[in-house]
């Protein structure tokens, strides 16, 4: 089902060079959107808009880290003066690694992934909603994580950052509200954005009542929905994406950091 509706708009998607952001770009490029494929794979993001742009799309590759705030300006400076607007935000940048025990963190690599997932987040909702909000219409959303509501063994960082974004995600639909911008988020479950083995896919599927692991694409059509008319009255709302993971009670058979893994004290 395509939204003739988003066909011309501004669409800025962060974390793009692969996986579900670039899924999420390349849906709403089908869709007639503009792009703006936003990354620190610069090469990545470059062939991803090549792609687009061969498909008969318009999308433009931005190198960005979005944790510094000068580059953050620079993508949505460069956004206005190649389209001369921004109608839907997507902040699917952030980091998962490095998964470390908090016996073994510093605070460098808490301020990696803070970084990268709660303050990237923050600096491109601010300029959105200034660019949004004068024009009484937007759309923003984040990406989230099972992660903020349940926790993962050796997630501390990612998983505060998440929860963060979640809370964001409901302030900011408070503040953007009288303006006419929406904000909501995504919570996708176990995806397969790098090509994982049969083994691993059959491991991760055997807990997921659907009977499989998600494809980048699974997300690709819950962010168009929440950007177009039919999503017009939601706002400050999350869309769980997981094959219905969150929503049983049971025993993970699956755990990403093991206590067998955890430091051995002295």
Same mark, same amino acid.
């Given at each position: 089902? !395509? ?64 944790? &510094? ?26 980091? &998962? ?109 055997? &807990? ?28 400050? !709302?999350?869309?769980? &994406? ?25």
């Amino acid at each position: 089902m !395509h939204v003739p509706e988003l066909k011309g708009k501004v669409v800025i998607v962060t974390g793009s060079a692969r996986g579900i952001g670039q899924a999420i770009a390349e849906r709403f490029a089908i869709e007639g959107s503009s792009v703006v494929l936003a990354d620190l794979d610069h090469d990545g993001i470059e062939s991803v808009a090549k792609k687009i742009i061969t498909d008969g799309g318009s999308a433009i590759p931005i190198a960005t880290d979005v944790a &510094i705030e000068e580059q953050v300006d620079a993508l949505f400076d460069t956004t206005l003066n190649e389209y001369g607007t921004v109608d839907v935000l997507v902040n699917n940048a952030g980091l &998962i690694s490095p998964v470390k025990h908090i016996l073994d963190v510093d605070k460098a690599w808490w301020d990696r992934l803070i970084g990268a997932n709660l303050t990237g987040t923050f600096l491109c909702a601010r300029r959105a909603a200034h660019i949004m909000a004068n024009k009484g219409e937007g759309s923003i959303i984040n990406m989230s994580s099972g992660g903020a509501t349940k926790a993962h063994r050796a997630f501390v960082a990612y998983d505060a950052s998440k929860g963060g974004i979640e809370a964001m995600t409901r302030a900011l639909a408070l503040d953007l509200g009288p303006y006419g911008v929406r904000v909501n988020c995504l919570v996708p479950g176990f995806i397969d954005t790098y090509g994982a083995s049969e083994e691993v896919r059959e491991k991760q599927g055997a &807990i997921v009542p659907l009977g499989r692991m998600g494809e980048a694409a699974d997300l690709a059509g819950s962010a168009v929905f929440l950007a177009s008319p039919d999503a017009a009255y939601i706002t400050g !709302h999350r869309i769980v &994406i997981d094959g219905g993971v969150l929503v049983q009670q049971r025993s993970a058979n699956v755990d990403t950091f093991p206590p067998s893994q955890f430091p051995k004290l002295d």
